[in-house]
């Protein structure tokens, strides 16, 4: 195995999975900053979700039982169009939930404490408009709702059961699913800034002693609103995960870039006029990363620079 590596990883449903289904139509036709080295010998995983884009569907969510979900995924790549060092891509789990449940109990496995040691880099998936997004209590408002209950009538049994509201929305039917969904109920907030604690305390420095680097990406861009694109990226995590967006800000150790991500520029599920054009396209020639530096939005057509640039020159 090579020696140089870079980790994917992310919660439950933040787009690891079609991100790595659109991948392969780059690297089969060499388009992009990264390029696969050769194919994985088992492939079966990534060819049968890259056929659910071919067909215009998005791959769908990865086995979630804990046992038998886990599937370990590698590929050998290189950055700088293929003439960068020779680096694995590691996925050490496919299925987003077992991050949740290795930061619900503070334990890693030994497994995944060397693989994190050994790498010099990480991608770390979210999504925007995860039905999966856990939002932490909104006391202010939770109060004022449940003012309004006492001061016009009994509050639902609902809210008896459960009187404050674990998600921001103030929609109790929202907040029960969501609980329900996400088995430890950790806001999705802490869940990222628990990871990047691991990236900071693990990751390995660079081979020319540079700091470990991490592409923070935002999945599913196409569907944040216009005004909030335009904003760009950080900007979007200011405002969706203040929280996180705190804990980037104040990173000493790790080099950071945040990156909106459209693996086919569009919507697939809820915009059939956007997958009609698609399908008559080749899946290679679409999608975009949008970059922000400083104050300026970048969009560029290649959906591999968050792993190129982890990977590094
Ligand atoms: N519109 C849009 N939706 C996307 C994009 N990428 C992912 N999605 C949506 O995100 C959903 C979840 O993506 P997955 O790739 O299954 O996420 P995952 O991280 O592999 O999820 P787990 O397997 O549960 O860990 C998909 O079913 C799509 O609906 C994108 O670029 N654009
Ligand atoms: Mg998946």
Redesign the pocket.
């Given at each position: 195995m090579v020696s140089r590596s870079v980790v994917l990883i992310?919660?439950?449903?933040?787009?690891?999975?079609?991100?790595?289904?659109?991948l392969w139509p780059s690297f089969h036709k060499k388009k992009g900053e990264l390029r696969a080295e050769r194919m994985p010998d088992d492939i079966s995983y990534v060819d049968g979700?890259a056929e659910h884009l071919m067909k215009g569907k998005?791959?769908?969510?990865?086995?979630?039982n804990l046992e038998v979900g886990r599937v370990d995924f590698s590929i050998d790549v290189r950055a700088g169009r293929g003439t960068g060092d020779l680096t694995t891509l590691m996925v050490p789990?496919?299925?987003?939930?077992l991050w949740t449940r290795a930061v619900a109990t503070s334990e890693i496995s030994t497994e995944w404490l060397s693989l994190l040691e050994t790498a010099e880099g990480a991608v770390l998936?979210l999504?925007?408009?995860?039905n999966?997004t856990v939002q932490p209590l909104d006391w202010v408002n939770a109060r004022s709702v449940l003012d309004l209950y006492t001061a016009e009538e009994p509050a639902p049994t609902t809210a008896e059961d459960d009187p404050l509201p674990a998600n921001g929305t103030n929609d109790a039917a929202a907040n029960v699913e969501s609980e329900e969904q996400s088995e430890p109920g950790i806001p999705t907030q802490v869940l990222l800034c628990e990871l990047l604690r691991y990236l900071d305390l693990l990751l390995a420095n660079r081979d020319n002693g540079g700091a470990p680097r991490v592409a923070v990406v935002i999945?599913?861009?196409?569907?944040v609103a216009v005004d909030m694109r335009s904003a760009g990226p950080r900007r979007y995590l200011e405002h969706e995960f203040p929280l996180f967006a705190g804990r980037l800000a104040c990173e000493s150790r790790l080099d950071i870039k945040v990156f909106g991500?459209?693996?086919?520029?569009?919507?697939?599920?809820?915009?059939p006029a956007f997958r009609e054009e698609f399908l008559k396209t080749d899946v290679s020639d679409q999608?975009y990363v949008v970059l922000q530096n400083n104050d300026n939005c970048e969009k560029i057509a290649d959906v591999t620079l968050p792993i190129a640039w982890a990977v590094g020159g």
């Open positions: 992310g919660g439950p449903d933040s787009g690891k999975t079609n991100y790595l289904a659109r979700a998005f791959a769908p969510r990865s086995d979630r789990d496919i299925s987003g939930e998936f999504r925007h408009g995860s999966q999945a599913a861009w196409d569907r991500l459209s693996i086919i520029g569009g919507d697939l599920d809820d915009d999608g």
